[in-house]
């Protein structure tokens, strides 16, 4: 498997700014996702982060609220604009190292918005 | 689209067996998937199954059978430490790089 680092762990923050989340994965994956999991829910993707292009986003989300970078196959970040207290979540960082494989998740980042 | 279905919450005993069942409706599947999440922590892999049949891996097994559109989780030799959510999740179409399409989960308590 894959050592997934994200940060931060988790953050406070106030209603209308933006947090941006990284993840930096220790090897070069094939696919790299970002979920979101609500207070007692499962998990449900928001988008899947491209190498090197724009990211495919889920029917619910929409770039300028998530706008993720995936510049080279270790690393990708998602932004949380101008946030919300509907936004306060977990969001969670997951790759796919190889196809047919078994995704893999980072320990996610905990978002509170007051 | 995707359906996925499975029991909120179960509760075993220590030492006993439990079964967790998921049932799906797909319009194509390219595997399933169980994790496990503690509370506060994220989901870790236990087992995946592409076609028919038991995989087992120590304490885990897992069944499949595509034409039913059903799966369960077997849990042997429950301790205390199983108690957390068991995820299951489906992989669909086009292909291996799909990503994953979660249930809600099934709050599982293990008790003494």
């Known amino acids: 498997s894959a050592v997934i680092s994200q940060k931060p762990s988790r953050d406070i923050c106030q209603r209308g700014t933006s947090l941006t989340i990284q993840c930096q994965v220790d090897?070069?994956?094939?696919?790299m996702f970002w979920y979101r999991q609500q207070p007692g829910q499962s998990l449900t993707l928001i988008a899947t982060?491209?190498?090197?292009?724009?990211?495919?986003?889920e029917s619910g989300f929409v770039i300028d609220k998530f706008p993720i970078s995936r510049p080279n196959l270790t690393f990708s970040t998602l932004t949380v604009s101008n946030m919300s207290p509907e936004d306060s979540s977990i969001y969670l960082c997951?790759?796919?190292?190889?196809?047919?494989?078994?995704?893999?998740f980072g320990d996610g980042t905990r978002l509170s918005i007051l | 689209g995707q359906n996925i279905d499975q029991p909120t919450e179960m509760t075993a005993t220590e030492g006993a067996i439990v079964q967790i069942n998921c049932t799906y409706q797909?319009?194509?599947?390219?595997?399933l998937f169980w994790y496990q999440q503690h509370a506060g922590e994220a989901p870790t892999f236990l087992s995946y199954?592409?076609?028919?049949g038991l995989e087992e891996k120590g304490r885990f097994s897992s069944f499949l059978s595509r034409s039913k559109g059903y799966s369960y989780l077997l849990l042997k030799e429950l301790q205390m430490k199983d108690s957390a959510s068991y995820l299951c999740?489906?992989?669909?179409?086009?292909?291996?790089?799909?990503?994953?399409?979660f249930g809600k989960g099934t709050r599982l308590s293990v008790i003494a």
């Open positions: 997951s790759v796919l190292l190889d196809s047919n494989q078994p995704q893999h």
């Open positions: 090897s070069q994956v094939t696919m």
């Open positions: 982060a491209n190498q090197g292009s724009e990211a495919t986003y």
């Open positions: 797909t319009s194509g599947f390219n595997g």
């Open positions: 199954n592409v076609l028919d």
């Open positions: 999740a489906v992989r669909p179409p086009p292909g291996g790089n799909t990503p994953l399409v």
